[in-house]
Antibody
Framework: QVQLKESGPGLVQPSQTLSLTCTVSGFSLTSYNVHWVRQPTGKGLEWMGVIWTGGSTDYNSALKSRLSISRDTSKSQVFLKMNSLQTEDIATYYC??????WGQGVMVTVSS | DIVMTQGALPNPVPSGESASITCRSSKSLVYKDGKTYLNWFLQRPGQSPQLLTYWTSTRASGVSERFSGSGSGTYFTLKISRVRAEDAGVYYCQQVREYPFTFGSGTKLEIK
């Protein structure tokens, strides 16, 4: 069945780079798009970006200068990298297939 | 960016009653293909968001017929018929008409 699982460090130091991995199973990354969405604790959802089946990407313009999404189709993994992290980036980060199937999310804290 | 504005519910809603959530967009969500790109999600406490409907009114796979989306242009409604305890949570609308794909701030549904 379709599964997505986010992984990565739960703690990142201010101004450092966040690196997350979304490992998928039950489908091919060349057939379905994968989005990243984040949610600060107790707040709403923010769409971050998407990697399309062909490998191209689109980003939220508010994050575009800091954000990069890539993939390794052979490993069924999608990667999110965001630099210059600040406390405003504290959130649960989700990956989702076409926004229809979601991972469980990974909580990221920014602190020294 | 397209701003999504959601209405509130008169919580708590008695079990078995109906509830309607409104969502307004700052720009028409009709695309040149004629489809209206509006999604509805439910996020239950402690869980990842779940896609309920897309293209305004098409129910996602496995979603109960008690959930029905409607609307056009810039005004949309999600109706939940015969509400049950499992329907409690926060409902989000999201436009996927243009980047960035923005969410409403969420509408909380409590069941009595």
């Amino acid at each position: 069945q379709v599964q997505l699982k986010e992984s990565g460090p739960g703690l990142v130091q201010p101004s450092q780079t966040l690196s997350l991995t979304c490992t998928v199973s039950g489908f091919s990354l060349t057939s379905y798009n994968v989005h990243w969405v984040r949610q600060p604790t107790g707040k709403g959802l923010e769409w971050m970006g998407v990697i399309w089946t062909g490998g191209s990407t689109d980003y939220n313009s508010a994050l575009k200068s800091r954000l990069s999404i890539s993939r390794d189709t052979s490993k069924s993994q999608v990667f999110l990298k965001m630099n210059s992290l600040q406390t405003e980036d504290i959130a649960t980060y989700y990956c989702a297939r076409d926004l229809a199937y979601w991972g469980q999310g990974v909580m990221v804290t920014v602190s020294s | 960016d397209i701003v999504m504005t959601q209405g509130a519910l008169p919580n708590p809603v008695p079990s078995g009653e109906s509830a309607s959530i409104t969502c307004r967009s700052s720009k028409s969500l009709v695309y040149k293909d004629g489809k209206t790109y509006l999604n509805w999600f439910l996020q239950r406490p402690g869980q990842s968001p779940q896609l309920l409907t897309y293209w305004t009114s098409t129910r996602a796979s496995g979603v109960s017929e008690r959930f029905s989306g409607s609307g056009s242009g810039t005004y949309f409604t999600l109706k939940i018929s015969r509400v049950r305890a499992e329907d409690a949570g926060v409902y989000y609308c999201q436009q996927v008409r243009e980047y960035p794909f923005t969410f409403g701030s969420g509408t909380k549904l409590e069941i009595k």
